[in-house]
């Protein structure tokens, strides 16, 4: 089983609120992601960092941000929630590499109200 | 919250039957592409992978074909039982300045007792 951690699970918080979703890794893995996935929907790479302060935007547009201050550790922060942010937020991480495969968190499920 | 992206499509089977998953790639680029396999309420799971000197890889009742030459991957489950009924993804490593994991779109997998 992948160590992997995202907390909380299940958040719902009302529009205008600023959060944060925790996401951390326990395997020492440099490249970190994050998807954005609606029920029933593709995966959307949203976030994604090779390391330490390094970050990239992926190839959907996101109101978040995040921060890679440390290895194991890549939180994403919404300075001010709306409906429009209700989704699945998936954290991954992966060796550098190629020919490396991502473990995934088990997800934060976001309702913005 | 407004959805992205497209409905995911469904593939219903007889249990015992074999199972054939379809994935379309997007950048002929890529040398190394995954497949997950996402249950209700998880994150994804690691499948099978393959890389791009390769066109086939079999594992446990898993056989991944990759069709360079129309950027398509196929998903083979042999003997499909209920525990498989999930959502399926291919994903593929993408080289831009270095190595990204873009998810392709997913398939749901029902398996009819």
């Known amino acids: 089983e992948a160590d992997i951690y995202q907390t909380p699970r299940y958040l719902v918080i009302g529009t205008g609120k600023k959060i944060t979703l925790e996401c951390s890794q326990t395997?020492?893995?440099?490249?970190m992601y994050w998807y954005q996935q609606d029920p029933g929907m593709e995966l959307h790479l949203i976030h994604y960092?090779?390391?330490?302060?390094?970050?990239e935007k992926g190839d959907l547009s996101s109101e978040s941000t995040v921060s890679r201050i440390r290895t194991e550790h890549f939180p994403l922060t919404l300075e001010s929630a709306r409906p429009s942010h209700t989704s699945q937020y998936l954290c991954?991480?992966?060796?550098?590499?190629?020919?490396?495969?991502?473990?995934f968190g088990q997800g934060t499920r976001l309702t913005v109200v | 919250g407004e959805s992205v992206g497209l409905h995911l499509p469904t593939l219903s089977v007889q249990e015992g039957d074999n199972s054939i998953i379809n994935c379309a790639y997007s950048?002929?680029?890529?040398?190394?592409f995954i497949w997950y396999k996402q249950e209700s309420g998880k994150g994804p799971q690691f499948i099978i992978d393959i890389r791009s000197n390769m066109d086939k890889r079999q594992g446990q009742r898993v056989t991944v074909l990759l069709n360079k030459t129309v950027k398509h991957l196929s998903l083979q489950i042999a003997a499909t039982q209920p525990g498989d009924s999930a959502v399926y993804f291919c994903?593929?490593?993408?080289?831009?300045?270095?190595?990204?994991?873009?998810f392709g779109s997913g398939t749901r997998l029902l398996v009819r007792p």
């Open positions: 950048n002929s680029a890529s040398d190394y």
């Open positions: 994903a593929e490593n993408m080289k831009d300045s270095s190595y990204k994991l873009i």
């Open positions: 395997m020492g893995h440099d490249k």
């Open positions: 991954a991480s992966s060796e550098t590499g190629v020919v490396t495969e991502a473990f």
């Open positions: 960092s090779y390391g330490v302060n390094s970050t």
